[in-house]
């Protein structure tokens, strides 16, 4: 799966301005080139219990990876099958884009991304880079926003509190999966391959 949209995301270069793109120029998705450092100044200065205004902040970057790269898709007429793909090869983006190793699991009742490398695991000393985890967790609700898949989520592990990931946990608020969109469980081996082919 990684593979397939590996072309279509390219990191290209405009050669007169020196902007960089994912895929397509026309897509208008261009990449901000930002630090660690820098995305930790903005958590900080968003300070403590701002996990509104982080959230927002999130989805409106999930909401606009959406936008541009799928232009104005109704996604209402899409079925399930679709989404998922949609939201796999979204993730498969946000690896090259260097949001780490991040993996999706559909299960019949909720969906769960687990992030591995996390741009948190580089500031477990940082009280701030709590930030950074609600971060991730407003773009995954913005794509689902998007996609019109109505979860409700939360991060349910992660590397700051020692756990070798941070994983988020959407459960799904309308009808279960069908049974034939519900994926098998990834063993441990699986990931280890998965983190050993980036």
């Given at each position: 799966?990684?593979?397939?949209?590996?072309?279509?995301?390219?990191?290209?270069?405009?050669?007169?301005?020196?902007?960089?793109?994912?895929?397509?120029?026309?897509?208008?998705?261009?990449?901000?080139m930002l630090r660690p450092n820098e995305l930790m100044e903005f958590c900080e200065f968003a300070g403590t219990n701002a996990d509104d205004?982080?959230?927002?902040?999130?989805?409106?970057?999930?909401?606009?990876?959406?936008?541009?790269?799928?232009?104005?898709?109704?996604?209402?007429?899409?079925?399930?099958?679709?989404?998922?793909e949609v939201v796999l090869g979204i993730l498969e983006a946000l690896?090259?884009?260097?949001?780490?190793?991040?993996?999706?699991?559909?299960?019949?009742?909720?969906?769960?991304?687990?992030?591995?490398?996390?741009?948190?695991?580089?500031?477990?000393?940082?009280?701030?880079?709590?930030?950074?985890?609600?971060?991730?967790?407003?773009?995954?609700?913005?794509?689902?926003?998007?996609?019109?898949?109505?979860?409700?989520?939360?991060?349910?592990?992660?590397?700051?509190?020692?756990?070798?990931?941070?994983?988020?946990?959407?459960?799904?608020?309308?009808?279960?999966?069908?049974?034939?969109?519900?994926?098998?469980?990834?063993?441990?081996?699986?990931?280890?391959?998965?983190?050993?082919?980036?």
């Open positions: 799966m990684f593979k397939r949209l590996k072309k279509d995301l390219e990191i290209n270069i405009e050669e007169k301005d020196g902007q960089l793109f994912l895929g397509d120029k026309k897509k208008d998705i261009r990449l901000v205004i982080l959230i927002w902040v999130g989805k409106t970057l999930g909401k606009s990876l959406m936008e541009r790269y799928f232009y104005s898709k109704d996604w209402s007429t899409e079925n399930m099958a679709t989404k998922k690896i090259l884009m260097g949001y780490g190793a991040v993996t999706g699991q559909f299960r019949k009742d909720h969906i769960l991304i687990n992030v591995y490398e996390s741009l948190a695991t580089e500031e477990k000393d940082n009280i701030m880079a709590k930030n950074l985890c609600i971060l991730y967790l407003g773009i995954f609700n913005g794509v689902f926003e998007v996609l019109g898949i109505d979860v409700d989520g939360k991060e349910i592990e992660c590397v700051l509190s020692g756990d070798d990931k941070c994983s988020f946990k959407f459960d799904l608020l309308g009808e279960e999966l069908d049974d034939k969109l519900v994926d098998e469980e990834i063993s441990e081996e699986a990931v280890s391959e998965f983190l050993a082919s980036l």
